[in-house]
C-alpha cells in the first residue's frame, strides 16, 4: 500500500543523467530487523495469553499495555497477532464491512499464513515474523526496486540481501538482534 514506485522511478531517472548501477538497501530491514513494531513485538507475543481473560479478572499492567497496542489481552496465534500488527482494519471489522462473499476470503487469507507460521516451527518468535517479513515483504520490495529502476535504465544491485549476509545474520542469536529485556524470551535457534 505504499506507493514508493513514483519516487524511486524519479530518483532513478535522475541518476541515469550520470550512473548506470545504483546501491540499494532493500533488505537491510528484513535481514537485520529493522522493523521494530513487527519485530520487537515477538517479545509481547511470547508473554501474552493465548486466551482472553476470565471475565471479572483484575486487569495488571501488561494487560493494559496489551489493550492499548491490540485492542485485547490476549494472542491466540502467532497469525492473529500478525494481522492485530499489520492490518489497519482488524478482520472483524473486515467481515462487517464487507460483503460475505467478499469477507470470506479471509478464512484462505488465514490459512495461508497459519501454513507459513507452520513452517517455522522451531523457530523463536522473533525468527519466525523476521522469516515471514523476509518472504512476504523482501519478494514486493525487490520486484518494486528491480522495475521501477529499470524503467528509467538504472541497474539496482540490493548487497544486504546477499545470501551469505543473511544466513549469518540469522543464525545469530535472538540477543544479538534484537536487545529484548527477558532473559527467558531468548531460546534456540530456529532450523
Given at each position: ?8 522511478y524519479?530518483?532513478?531517472?535522475a ?5 548506470t548501477?545504483?546501491l540499494s538497501?532493500e533488505g537491510a530491514?528484513?535481514v ?5 513494531t ?5 517479545y509481547d507475543?511470547?508473554?501474552a495469553?493465548r ?7 483484575t ?5 493494559q499495555?496489551m ?8 494472542l491466540?496465534?502467532?497469525?492473529e497477532?500478525h494481522f ?13 464491512l464487507l460483503a ?6 479471509l478464512?484462505?487469507l ?6 507459513m507460521?507452520a513452517?517455522?516451527e522451531g523457530c523463536?518468535?522473533l ?8 518472504r512476504?515483504?523482501?519478494?514486493g ?5 528491480d522495475?521501477?529502476?529499470m524503467?528509467a ?7 544486504f ?8 545474520v540469522?543464525?545469530l542469536p535472538?540477543?544479538?538482534r534484537?536487545?529484548?529485556r527477558?532473559?527467558s524470551?531468548?531460546?534456540r535457534?530456529?532450523?
Amino acid at each position: 500500500s505504499t506507493p514508493n514506485e513514483v519516487p524511486i522511478y524519479h530518483l532513478a531517472h535522475a541518476l541515469r543523467s550520470d550512473y548506470t548501477v545504483a546501491l540499494s538497501g532493500e533488505g537491510a530491514d528484513e535481514v537485520f530487523g529493522g522493523y521494530v513494531t513487527p519485530f520487537f513485538s515477538a517479545y509481547d507475543y511470547d508473554r501474552a495469553r493465548r486466551a482472553p481473560l476470565p471475565f471479572g479478572s483484575t486487569v495488571g499492567d501488561f494487560d493494559q499495555a496489551m489493550l492499548r497496542l491490540y485492542g485485547q489481552t490476549h494472542l491466540g496465534s502467532h497469525v492473529e497477532h500478525h494481522f492485530l500488527l499489520s492490518s489497519w482494519v482488524s478482520p472483524a471489522m473486515i467481515r462487517m464491512l464487507l460483503a460475505p462473499s467478499i469477507a470470506g476470503g479471509l478464512a484462505e487469507l488465514f490459512a495461508f499464513y497459519e501454513t507459513m507460521f507452520a513452517g517455522f516451527e522451531g523457530c523463536t518468535t522473533l525468527d519466525k515474523h523476521m522469516h515471514l517479513h523476509a518472504r512476504i515483504n523482501l519478494e514486493g520490495l525487490l520486484s518494486r526496486v528491480d522495475s521501477s529502476t529499470m524503467a528509467a535504465s538504472v541497474e539496482t544491485r540490493v548487497p544486504f540481501t546477499d545470501h551469505r549476509m543473511a544466513e549469518f545474520v540469522y543464525g545469530l542469536p535472538d540477543e544479538y538482534r534484537m536487545a529484548l529485556r527477558n532473559p527467558s524470551a531468548r531460546r534456540r535457534r530456529c532450523g
